[in-house]
């Protein structure tokens, strides 16, 4: 490290300090950090996820504990309360810590528990945007985006400042992490980061308006959904106007719970709507293979292979029709691991009527009608009247800083 300013050796200017620990704020520390608490959870029994890095899982006679980490906070949840508050009582012997109790706030997300679930909320954030914003006061809108409304790179007039364009963008990325129903409009906006318009942003605004009528809305996880992982495909055939390329979005489905979603601009331009489907499924695919495989870290078992619903016939077939190969070999070769999983039997690739896709309001504006019923057909709504004030619960979840 340099030498800190007004404690340089005049002896010596040009040389660097070595340290013989890490501090905070150096590009190195949570690498170090990371390393020293891994080597302990590693000493205590705990074995490391390779489906994610940040997840350590302690599984000995019965006793079952799960720790996820996100730089220094961390949740613990398990099977047992006693040997959690153990586990916690041996961690706070080698770190500084400080336990939170039941789990009720992480990273920006409202935990609130209930009677056969938990919400998941980012009300707070939202207000927070909102008054940043100066949008408190608006006027709500029933969908996110308009569907009369074109939207290009050169419509508008360049913004003089695009600082507070770009700001609201960033804290709404942040937001889709449990709003999936804002999640196209956001990627939508996003493309125009480096030039924001004046159509733009008065579509940004619009989307805040839309939280403003929605701020309470969240994700309702039931404990009682079955064991089973399915997704929903789709994409829009050159949505994108400016460059004619396409849009894939999937959400996952664990039982009745959405877990998992993606609204993102493929990167190069499909020659069919069968094409598009078919990029959209190899999106879907590869994250529910990387959330099988998470799944059974979690000792969670699934009674049939994870099924992937279209509404496109000839991407349905061509996941599992090589007849089809002839006409599609321009695709990259690594699209095809599709059918390479659904002939193993690993997957399922099925068609889905179009009124009965979920994953439409994630390529595309829609009515209002339509909007809002797929919005509760994916497991966003507003909190239950029941559930408003609580933030403690009973069940062994702790977080700790």
């Known amino acids: 490290m340099t030498q800190p300013p007004g404690f340089v050796d005049p002896a010596a200017p040009l040389h660097i300090c070595r340290l013989k620990k890490a501090i905070y704020g150096l590009k190195q520390a949570p690498r170090a950090w990371y390393n020293e608490l891994r080597q302990f959870l590693i000493h205590t029994g705990f074995v490391n996820s390779h489906s994610n890095t940040s997840l350590f899982i302690f599984n000995t006679n019965g006793c079952v504990i799960f720790l996820l980490v996100y730089v220094d906070d961390i949740i613990v949840t398990g099977n047992d309360t006693t040997h959690i508050d153990a586990f916690v009582d041996t961690l706070a012997r080698s770190f500084s810590i ?106 940004a605004k619009r989307l805040l308006r839309y939280l403003k009528g929605t701020i309470g809305h969240g994700l309702l996880f039931h404990s009682d959904s079955p064991i089973t992982l399915h997704a929903f495909s789709d994409a829009d055939l050159a949505g994108t106007l400016d460059d004619r390329t396409s849009t894939s979005a999937y959400v996952l489905f664990l039982g009745s719970n959405a877990i998992s979603w993606s609204s993102r601009k493929q990167k190069s331009v499909a020659r069919s709507s069968t094409e598009a489907e078919y990029r959209a499924v190899a999106l879907a695919a590869s994250e529910v293979l990387w959330l099988s495989s998470l799944l059974r870290e979690l000792l969670i078992s699934s009674p049939s292979p994870p099924t992937i619903f ?92």
């Open 310 to 401: 279209c509404d496109n016939i000839g991407a349905t077939y061509l996941c599992s029709n090589p007849v089809f190969h002839s006409r599609m070999k321009h695709i990259e070769i690594d699209f095809h691991f599709v059918r390479d999983r659904v002939q193993r039997g690993q997957l399922r690739v099925s068609h889905v009527a179009s009124a009965d896709q979920l994953a439409e309001s994630l390529t595309k504006p829609l009515s209002r009608t339509r909007f809002a019923l797929l919005r509760s057909k994916i497991g966003v709504s507003e909190m239950p009247t029941i559930l408003r004030g609580r933030i403690k619960d009973t069940n062994p979840t702790q977080s700790l800083t």
């Open 98 to 203: 400080k336990d939170l109790g039941a789990l009720s706030y992480f990273l920006g997300v409202e935990v609130i528990p209930s009677p056969t679930g938990l919400f998941l909320s980012q009300h707070k954030y939202v207000v927070d945007l909102l008054a940043r914003t100066k949008m408190t006061d608006s006027k709500p809108v029933a969908t996110p985006l308009p569907t009369d409304h074109t939207i290009t790179l050169l419509a508008g007039t360049s913004l003089t400042n695009a600082t507070e364009y770009r700001q609201v963008i960033r804290a709404l990325q942040y937001l889709s992490f449990t709003r999936l129903d804002i999640a196209f409009a956001v990627n939508k906006l996003a493309k125009f980061m480096h030039r924001p318009t004046t159509e733009q942003w008065s579509l």
